[in-house]
Nanobody, 119 residues
Framework: QVQLVESGGGLVQAGGSLRLSCAAS????????MGWFRQAPGKEREFVAA????????SYADSVKGRFTISRDNTKNTVYLQMNSLKPEDTAVYYC????????????WGQGTQVTVSS
């Protein structure tokens, strides 16, 4: 089992910044990638960003490219999401997830942290 704990959410004005953190514990050996997803009220959960544990390569949703940056600290089993130039449409619960295989499925999920961007 892998436990994930997100932090860093909150309320921010449009144009502002937030940094989310996700600390992984438990059986983290074998983690291939860590990712961030979000779910806004009344909408499906959507992919935001992901990072490969071994080489640090990243991928982003088009809606956040150029504004969000994902990074990781393998010594701390922690992944970060720096969010700049936030928009009201970024308002959502943000979830951290771990992928242990090379397919698209994520195996473990955190409880989520609320991000609210006011206009």
């Amino acid at each position: 089992q892998v436990q994930l704990v997100e932090s860093g959410g909150g309320l921010v004005q449009a144009g502002g910044s937030l940094r989310l953190s996700c600390a992984a514990s438990g059986r983290t050996f074998g983690t291939v990638a860590m990712g961030w997803f979000r779910q806004a009220p009344g909408k499906e959960r959507e992919f935001v960003a992901a990072i490969i544990r071994s080489d640090g390569s990243t991928s982003y949703a088009d809606s956040v490219k150029g504004r969000f940056t994902i990074s990781r600290d393998n010594t701390k089993n922690t992944v970060y999401l720096q969010m700049n130039s936030l928009k009201p449409e970024d308002t959502a619960v943000y979830y951290c997830a771990v992928r242990r295989g090379f397919g698209p499925r994520y195996d473990y999920w955190g409880q989520g942290t609320q991000v609210t961007v006011s206009s």
